[in-house]
């Protein structure tokens, strides 16, 4: 608590000058908001330029698919004709092929990465985060089909995936609907002011790819609803419990989730380490990541500007050749298993 009341002093006292030198920033209202509650819903980061990028290449994708799936005979049609929030739903009815093929970090276009560093949206994580900030390549892309088994996710904390060590640290979650999302089409619900109280249990949930917080486990309080307009974003802590539940439209509610954490944190990006900051250490019990098996990367910084990765290409270069490391598996889940038995299928 004293750190916290320690960043919003500097804040208050430098407000005018944030205001002036960065594009989007947060008030602090906002950023005490965020810190008390646990999330804080943002308007208007992204404009319809910024999104629509990575919505051409998703697109993209599922129109190779589709046309491959046709000419094998395992879809009936293209269904080119549907937009964005109704071809998949359409294809979906017929074969899960094409929705698990573009699931998750699958798709790792020049769009995606200019997403992940969009300015405003750096803006945004450097004042939460700091300015040694790092992005993850954990991030996910989430078609919440109607009816589909995967697209309800349970309550959990992202904690949960995380190595135990990062526990007390904040790694903030982003949560960016590609249409507009609301609680008819399965927007994010949230259980405010339980990031205090630490990790919970979680077990695997029965036939899905998630751990899940059960319910004699779930923190007490009243879960809160957060729709979300399409350029806005949701965030939060990797303590907040969350969920999402089933869309009960017959359109596709797209979104993505990405996450940034300081560079003081255990990271496997590339970087030179500074004083202060954690060196991956068995005997300490420092892991390599708070994640391990994807790859972190600087996407904005002060004392190493140099280290700073600027391109896509470098961005996939970085993907391609990380060595996925074990880590931490508290809870016993299987995850990643049967992650990869539903991409299989």
Request: some cysteine; glycine content about 6%; overall charge negative.
């Amino acid at each position: 608590m004293k750190a916290l009341e320690c960043r919003l002093q500097n804040f208050r006292e430098g407000a005018r000058d944030l205001t002036t030198r960065l594009k989007k920033t947060l008030d602090l209202e906002q950023l005490e908001h965020f810190h008390r509650e646990g999330y804080l819903m943002v308007e208007n980061i992204f404009s319809n330029e910024d999104l629509q990028p990575v919505i051409d290449e998703i697109s993209e994708e599922i129109d190779v698919l589709a046309r491959q799936l046709v000419a094998s005979g395992e879809l009936s049609q293209t269904y080119e004709e549907l937009d964005f929030e109704q071809r998949l739903a359409k294809i979906s009815q017929e074969t899960d092929k094409v929705a698990t093929s573009i699931w998750n970090g699958t798709l790792a276009g020049p769009a995606f990465f200019g997403l992940i560093c969009n300015p405003n949206l750096l803006d945004v994580a450097e004042q939460v985060c700091g300015e040694e900030l790092i992005a993850s390549s954990v991030y996910r892309l989430r078609p919440k089909i109607p009816g589909h088994r995967m697209s309800a996710v349970p309550w959990h904390q992202d904690s949960g995936y995380f190595e135990p060590y990062c526990d007390k640290a904040l790694v903030m979650t982003v949560w960016l609907p590609l249409v507009d999302a609301d609680e008819t089409n399965g927007c994010m619900w949230v259980l405010p002011r339980q990031h205090r109280g630490g990790v919970v249990l979680h077990k695997q949930a029965e036939g899905k790819p998630y751990i899940e917080i059960p319910a004699s486990h779930l923190p007490e309080g009243d879960p809160v609803c957060v729709p979300v307009k399409k350029g806005g974003a949701l965030l939060m802590t990797n303590i907040t419990p969350h969920a999402s539940f089933e869309n009960k439209t017959d359109k596709v509610r797209w979104s993505m989730d990405l996450r940034y954490q300081s560079a003081s944190l255990p990271t496997n990006a590339n970087i030179t380490r500074l004083p202060g900051e954690s060196v991956p250490s068995a005997e300490a019990g420092v892991p390599i990541a708070c994640y391990p098996p994807e790859a972190d990367f600087l996407v904005r910084s002060q004392a190493r500007p140099n280290e700073v990765v600027t391109s896509a290409k470098e961005f996939h270069r970085i993907r391609n050749e990380h060595l996925a490391q074990p880590m931490t598996n508290r809870f016993h889940g299987q995850w990643v298993g049967l992650e990869q038995e539903a991409v299989a299928k």
